[in-house]
């Protein structure tokens, strides 16, 4: 049962509230605004340490219970309905996020790409490697800290372990997800999509800022999904070109998964990490040729010097090695094994400089 968003906004506004469980929410009025499913606003609550960010439901959630946990509240907030009736709405009381939604920031002409990039490039890794997913990952949902990193909010799509397509409420924002994404697909895989394209879209913009641009559509978007399946979006197309030119064989193979047909890409996680770390610069004389899935790459024993992102690599000869991305070939320097610790070291630095 849905309750009246007229009515559930004008209890968020009033001096008097009737709460079951909580003593009494501070409500900062001027925070207050309303998706398609409730009401937020920054808040503090008596008894309780910290400012918070209040979910009111004016329409009912099932899993809002397995997402939140002991931060729901059930039949929490009293609203009036008709000729005075109390009815009481779900809540949820989420730590607040201080800071800016990427999406207000996405298109300033000061618009620092190449640390939005860096910084989504982080949090995707740490959302692909968490537990559970989000479920609706746009940039309306992503707040830029003052410290410029990045953190999600609105989890009301996500999904968690033991949850079945019967727990799908929502299915994404249709610019952002998969096309062939439907209520069947809703498992651990349902971020990969807009992970991709988000992630493609930021790494390309902070090499041609102004190239890329030229594809922002409507929805504030580059990149068309139902056509990039399909290896038919021109923004896909030029972003693969830029990667491939400055040898950025992690962007360019998560641009990649943006062409697949699949929902889900297991190998996602892999390039994000790569995406992460420096570009190896140099290889030790002593580093093989070797095979994951269908991309080569080079190792020294177990570890991976040049992650298996390429399409050819050739083995350290004469001082040099070739790698070999799309149509593109470039050149790193090898150094003698006995030097490669230092190398390694060198270009995946374990700790910050002092």
């Known amino acids: 049962m849905a309750l009246d968003i007229v009515r559930v906004l004008g209890a968020l506004r009033s001096d008097v509230q009737f709460l079951r469980t909580l003593e009494h929410i501070l409500i900062e009025r001027d925070t207050i605004s309303w ?3 409730s009401a937020t606003a920054r808040c503090r609550v008596m008894g309780m340490e910290g400012t ?4 009111c439901y004016f329409r009912r959630r099932r899993n809002a219970r397995a997402i939140y946990g002991d931060r729901f509240y059930p039949q929490e907030f009293g609203v009036a309905g008709f000729r005075g009736r109390m009815e009481y709405a779900d809540i949820a009381l989420l730590d607040w996020v201080e800071g800016t939604p990427l999406e207000t920031l996405l298109w300033r002409k000061d618009a620092d790409y190449k640390a939005f990039s860096e910084a989504f490039d982080r949090l995707a890794h740490r959302t692909l490697m968490s537990d559970g997913a989000h479920g609706d990952i746009k940039p309306e949902n992503i707040i830029v ?5 990045m953190e999600l909010i609105d ?3 996500a999904w968690r372990p033991g949850m079945s397509s019967y727990d799908a409420e929502e299915i994404g924002t249709f610019s952002y997800r ?4 439907d209520d069947t697909n809703f498992n651990k895989h349902i971020d990969d999509y807009p992970i991709a394209l988000i992630s493609t879209m930021l790494a390309a913009l902070a090499i041609d800022r102004e190239a890329m641009l030229q594809y922002r559509t409507a929805e504030n978007c580059l990149i068309n999904p139902e056509n990039a399946i399909y290896s ?5 197309h ?16 998560i641009a990649k998964v943006l062409e697949s047909i699949f929902t889900s890409n297991i190998s996602l996680p892999d390039y994000i990490a790569c995406a992460i770390q420096p570009r190896p610069t140099a290889v030790p004389s002593n580093a093989t040729l070797a095979k994951e899935w269908h991309l080569y790459g080079l190792r020294v024993g177990d570890e991976w010097v040049v992650p298996p992102l390429y399409d050819w690599v050739d083995e350290p ?6 790698l070999t991305l799309g149509d593109s070939e470039f050149e790193i320097d090898v150094v003698e094994a006995e030097e490669s610790t230092e190398a390694v070291d060198e270009a995946n630095p374990s700790e910050p400089p002092l």
Request: aromatic residues 8%; hydrophobic residues 35%; charged residues 35%.
């Open 35 to 37: 998706g398609s499913n």
């Open 52 to 55: 918070f960010l209040l979910k």
């Open 145 to 149: 800290k003052p410290d410029g990193e």
């Open 155 to 157: 989890w009301d799509a």
């Open 178 to 181: 998969h096309p062939m994404r």
């Open 232 to 236: 038919k979006d021109p923004a896909v």
């Open 238 to 253: 030029h972003a693969l070109e830029l990667f491939e030119e400055c040898g950025d064989a992690a962007h360019y193979r």
């Open 317 to 322: 000869k004469n001082g040099i090695c070739r």
